[in-house]
């Protein structure tokens, strides 16, 4: 399967955000992510479900919402409400994971799984067979624009041979300081979607940024 490209509203301008995801629907992006922060989880607040609402009357694309906020539980029925295709919660935010993880494809979304810089892979064997993507964070979560992890690579190999021992299809994402030449390490390693915000965004020509990411030729670098 070809890698997806799921580039970050949090990185389009509010003040012209339809503007922003129509050029989305227009592009070769393959989703539309959404970073949800409350401050709590993360040192940032970015937008809620309003925001979401009228990034899902604006798009085409299915919503892959992100929510990096403590006791995403108690939401996801509002965020299924609001568009989400994708709902994607993180391991350190959520005590019983498992109860989770089905409560959100019992909603009829796909469920995902994020990782941090520092949370093993290993700490997903038990659920794995629930997640439909597990989010590899290769920055610290909670704001934009950060310098890539590179041992982000590193960990993509080891979720792939935890998903092998336990017969897991999910997909692999990876957030964070995704660029032509971080993607392309990326997808080497096994990445199936790449989410990019600031340097899409911040690109004279974020269509152009996009369809350099959808065309990456894994062996242009090596891990």
């Known amino acids: 399967m070809a890698h997806l490209i799921s580039p970050s509203a949090l990185s389009a ?16 992006s393959d989703w539309v992510h959404c970073d949800v922060m409350d401050g709590n989880f993360v040192p940032n607040i970015s937008f809620g479900i309003p ?9 085409t694309k299915p919503l892959d919402v992100h929510l990096m906020i403590e006791d ?10 609001a568009g989400a295709d994708i709902l994607t919660v993180h391991q350190e935010a959520v005590i ?37 993507l597990v989010l590899i964070m290769s920055v610290n979560p909670g704001f934009g624009g950060q310098k890539f992890i590179p041992q982000a690579c ?21 957030d964070g300081g995704v660029n032509e030449e971080t993607g392309s390490k990326l997808v080497e390693a096994g990445a199936d979607v790449l989410v990019a915000g600031s340097w899409v965004f911040n690109s004279p020509d974020p269509k152009a940024r996009i369809a350099t990411l959808k065309e990456i030729n894994p062996n242009t670098f090596r891990v």
């Open 96 to 132: 019983h994971l498992d109860r989770v993880l089905h409560a959100i494809r019992d909603l009829g979304m796909k469920a995902g799984v994020a990782l941090n810089p520092g949370t093993p892979v290993e700490s997903l064997r038990e659920v794995i067979h629930l997640c439909d």
């Open 13 to 28: 301008d509010f003040g012209n955000l339809e503007r922003d995801i129509r050029m989305l629907n227009e592009s070769q």
């Open 154 to 174: 590193a960990k993509i190999l080891r979720l792939k041979k935890l998903m092998a021992e336990m017969g897991s299809d999910a997909l692999i994402e990876v």
């Open 51 to 59: 925001v979401l609402e009228a990034i899902k009357k604006a798009s």
């Open 72 to 81: 995403p539980g108690r939401y996801l029925e509002l965020f299924k409400k």
